[in-house]
């Protein structure tokens, strides 16, 4: 697939969740998927007519367990945040279809204790999981999602910086 042929996909609408606890930790798992020492925060797609929080409090339930009545939803991006997949893995993920995601974060806020966490869930996305301050997060995360990750910290400081 040439350059001019990924810049025509679009991308894939997702959310993604930055889940805090009451230490001001953020959830972060290690992707079961990668040969890298690759850690991300809780995403995944929406679905065809599905809201955007209705998204995300489903993706966190199906990465981690967490059921929505264990969080409260604090803020949300403006803005959808792209990111670009590195051209090597735009074929091997999605079938070729997307050249990226679009990003709407949620942040919530985690008012379980650590025991409703449950990542061997029935299609399990990670393979252990803790809680990181963002500075840690953004040394653990895949260099291509590091400028989202940075969009998305700056977004909720004002919230995160009160919690």
């Not at 939803?73 to 679009?102: C, F, M, S």
């Not at 806020?109 to 399990?124: A, H, K, L, R, Y």
């Not at 590091?146 to 910086?161: C, G, M, P, S």
């Amino acid at each position: 697939m040439t350059e001019d042929e990924i810049l025509k996909l679009p991308y894939r609408p997702c959310v993604g969740i930055m889940l805090c606890n009451a230490q001001g930790g953020i959830f972060a798992g290690q992707r079961l998927d990668s040969a890298q020492d690759a850690w991300q925060m809780p995403q995944g797609g929406v679905e065809q007519n599905e809201d955007p929080k209705a998204a995300a409090l489903r993706e966190l339930e199906e990465e981690t367990g967490i059921p929505p009545s264990a969080v409260e939803v604090i803020a949300e991006t403006q803005d959808w945040i792209p990111y670009e997949l590195p051209h090597y893995l735009v074929k091997k993920l999605w079938n070729g279809k997307y050249r990226g995601q679009k990003q709407r974060w949620f942040l919530m806020q985690f008012v379980g204790d650590d025991s409703m966490v449950n990542i061997q869930t029935e299609i399990p996305e990670f393979s252990r999981w803790c809680w990181l301050q963002s500075e840690e997060l953004l040394d653990k995360i895949v260099p291509f999602k590091r400028n989202t990750y940075e969009t998305v910290i700056r977004e909720f400081k004002a919230q995160l910086d009160n919690s």
